[in-house]
């Protein structure tokens, strides 16, 4: 068929099942009767909220809950090799 | 008597106590465990004896001691029920254990010492107890900063403990006062004893009062950026596995925790305050962790779990 707007030739696509024809020349695109409703519904289903998350991979441990609000900022002070030895002290004195 | 008496005969007694309980003695050195101000500990063989801080209630070391006697799952049992005199000191014997290695706080047993205080906090107290001492021991800390005069770090530490609840500084009774406690948890308290299982030890804190403020120091050192999070959470839900009282079985702790973790907290800023300016120095970057802790402090009031509960 023929672009109604600039008489180019159109063809054929099929977008998710849906058969468009688009304009080669100006790319105008025609719909057919019930074809715009298709495209709604299956945009419809694309913007729905995802599905929840699958839970956490489990870890070495539980999640440990969140410290107070006048926590130390992410990370803190510690690291995972060797101990201040301030600290080492501080956990056995009063 | 002067300081310098004490530890000779301290020595003596803990030795004719070592004796009397094993006449075949190996007799090795006799050694000194502890010599603070708040206590004086020495050691022959398989014997310890511990000379109570100067000043020490006898009528309320001697409960302490009778609970201890009473709860051997617990704690480490005295050898004598109570407290024998020396010179002007309280003086009391234990059977020696093997404390955690203080070079190796990665190999401490958070587990064990969950469990032992879920037990000690699920006990009804066998003797008629005095309250435990934690608030008392931090306002004597806070005494000590203000007892500094003006140093910059010691602002935020102050006014982090003046928006503490009463209770919390010593100043009004505690809102529990049936739950046992041992007062001042840290990881120098437990000892392995023969089998190999952990037992607490020091009975100069244990009382009456509110279970949580036991688990307010690993909470605090985890608050504070110190304690990775991992090992605060194997010492919290081994706590709760254990059916301790002092927290929700689930969910958030901190509603009960928040008041005794911030009292611990300045508490320990204020000895490390004090401590630094004795060496001369400046806090280091533990003590600076532990000093802006409190000044974070000032931005969040104290969640008020404790003031209505009863």
Redesign the interface.
Known sequence: MQCPKCRAPMHTYNRNGVQIEQCSGCRGIFLDYGELESLTRLEAQWSQPAPPAPPAAPQ??????????????H????GHHG??K????????? | MTADALLPDLAARVRDMAHSRTPACRCGATGTLADRPDGTVVRHEDTVAKAHAPGADPAALARRLAAAARLPDVFLPPLDPSPAGLHDRLVTFWPYGVPVDPDDPDAAPWEAVAALLARLHRTPAPVPLPAMRGPAEAARAVTRLRALGPVPAAGPVLRAWAALPPWARAEAPMPDGTTLCHGDLHLGQLVRVFGGSWRLIDVDDLGVGVPAWDLARPAAWYACGLLPGEEWGRFLDAYRAAGGPAVPGGGDPWAVLDVPARALTVQTAARMIVKAAADGRHPDEVERSVIDACARMAAVPPRPAHASAG
């Open positions: 070495a441990y539980p999640a440990t809950p969140q410290p107070p609000a006048w926590g130390a900022p990370g803190g002070h510690y101990r201040h301030s600290f080492g002290r501080m956990l056995f004195s009063s």
